[in-house]
């Protein structure tokens, strides 16, 4: 299992959803990234402090933006010619994909719905995310998705 935590940035004006769908609409800022294994240690695999955004739209879009800092740089300005070295610690140290969300109100769960997508597998895909936290500027926690397969994370 995987746990994210995000704080908010923004929030969304006029939302048109309610209940928990409404609660989730905003910009928020990753704080921790974290592996969870039964049975052995949690890992940070992006570190201590790792960088990104969760973006819920009140039209149903997520956007989800992990990143490790201190990735290195191409040698190269032009970023269509970079190592093969490169590009892997690039990509290892990310995780981006956007597209859909749909919210079951009654479950408190969300599925996201990626059409774009850093890891091809993951476009068009079903992402069920279980019930987890996001916690709010003022440390209340909301109800937000868990999720429980390798190639997701949770936010």
């Known amino acids: 299992m995987n746990t994210v935590t995000y704080t908010p940035q923004s929030e969304a004006s006029g939302r048109e959803q309610s209940g928990y769908a409404n609660r989730l609409v905003g910009v928020w800022r990753l704080v921790t990234y974290i592996d969870e294994h039964e049975g052995s240690d ?38 269509h010619h970079g190592t093969s070295r490169e590009y892997q610690a690039a990509g290892s140290g990310y995780i981006a994909y956007c597209g859909t969300y749909e ?6 769960t969300v599925t996201h719905i990626p059409s774009v997508s850093l890891l091809p597998k993951l476009i068009d895909g079903r992402q069920h995310l ?14 937000a998705p868990r999720s429980r397969c390798g190639l997701c994370r949770t936010f």
Not at 103 to 108: L, P, S, Y
């Open 42 to 79: 949690d890992t940070q695999p992006f570190g201590p402090n790792p960088q990104g955004f969760l973006v819920y739209t009140a039209d149903g879009f997520v956007s989800a933006q992990l990143m490790k800092p201190g990735r290195p740089v191409f040698h190269s300005s032009d970023w």
């Open 130 to 143: 279980l019930r987890g936290t996001l916690k709010t500027s003022n440390e209340s926690e909301v109800p």
């Open 103 to 108: 919210v079951d109100e009654e479950k408190a």
